[in-house]
């Protein structure tokens, strides 16, 4: 006779074995379920990208530099005689007239040298009077016994060089009259006192500078050029300024004088651009902008600076596939930059669709649905 608990493990296994035959059927259905049914496929999203159509023009390159406008002459006004100065009668920034007064010099000396040539033109005159009078009355005696060759050729003499003497005597008074002249120092044309030299009570030498004055019926703009700018300067065609102090106007100018060598300091080469259009107001000093055509065209095409994709030191632009929408990522090369726009020189062909937003965003072989803008310019 068994007892219960010797009948248990019989049971316990045929449970085990009815749990793995119902696991192994419900295995089976599943894996026939599964290889049957189809796997659900991933729809691809076609992405909207802006796009623009690539175009070639020929365009013209400006070069931009600063300068300052200067008067084409300036001058540094002096005495022509020696003299201590009594009067100045024009400080920095006065605006002078031509003939009118700058300084003048004590002319006390130079009135007794003008009153010392006079009495000798009049003693010179007086001697002349004389001599001439001596050899008409013996020119008169030609022909009688008094009258000898030799005498007459004598006082002929004597009047011929009373009569230089005079000469000279003009010319010394004339010489006192303009030197007393030059104790009045006055301006030779119109323009601006720059700078002040000398002051009331000094003695100056002749020719010593009292007064600089620049001229200001003709100004210039002098700017400073570069070496590697030399050739594209002095090819100019049409040049152009704009005043700081009115911005947005622009005037004609012309190329006057190219230094041919630099600065030792500044390493430039100084260019005087004369103002062929005269602004309403201009000044000394003021800064203007020069611009002006350079010789060497180029043709390229301008996209936006959104549309360049750095591709580690090389730029490059996603072209886009006009027929099937797929992108490709391409190496350009930029002529310049500007500040919204990139000129490309080579790289693209005229007509082909480039991205123009969000370039950071696609990859090599995706599709996009184009959107056109309108080029760059």
Known sequence: MRLPFERFPTRVAVGVLGAVAVAAAGAAIFMWRAGTSPAPVEEVVVRPARVMAVSYRDTTRFLVLAGTVV???????????????????????????????????DPTDYRLAVDNARAALSSAESDHVRTKADYDRYLALRGTAAFMAQTLDTRQANALAAQARVEQAKSQLATAENNLAYTVLKADADGVV????????????????????????????????????????????????????????????????????????????????????????????????????????????????????????????????????????????????????????????????????????LEAGQKVRPMLQQAAR
Do not use: C
Not at 348 to 360: C, N, Q, W
């Open 71 to 105: 008067p084409r002459i300036e001058s540094t006004l002096g005495f022509r005689v020696n003299g201590k100065i009594v009067k100045r009668a024009v400080d920095v920034g006065a605006v002078v007239q031509s003939g009118q007064v700058i300084a003048e010099l």
């Open 194 to 361: 720059t700078a002040v030299q000398a002051e009331v009570g000094q003695v100056v030498s002749q020719g010593q500078g009292v007064a600089k004055v620049a001229r200001t019926e003709e100004l210039e703009i002098i700017v400073g050029v570069p070496e590697h700018r030399l050739h594209a300067v002095r090819k100019a065609r049409h040049a152009s300024f704009e005043l700081w102090s009115e911005p947005g106007h622009r005037y004609a100018a012309q190329l006057r004088e190219l230094s041919p060598s630099a600065d030792p300091v500044t390493r430039t080469y100084a260019a005087r651009f004369t103002i062929v259009e005269r602004p309403a107001f201009i000044g000394l000093g003021m800064t203007a902008t020069l611009s002006f055509e350079r010789p060497d065209a180029q043709h390229v095409a301008q996209i936006p600076l959104s549309a360049v994709f750095q591709q580690g030191t090389q730029p490059a632009v996603w072209v886009v596939d006009r027929d099937s929408g797929v992108v490709e990522l391409r190496p350009v090369t930029v002529a310049r930059w500007r500040n919204e726009t990139a000129a490309i020189s080579a790289g693209l062909k005229d007509g082909e669709l480039i991205a123009t937003a969000g370039v950071h965003k």
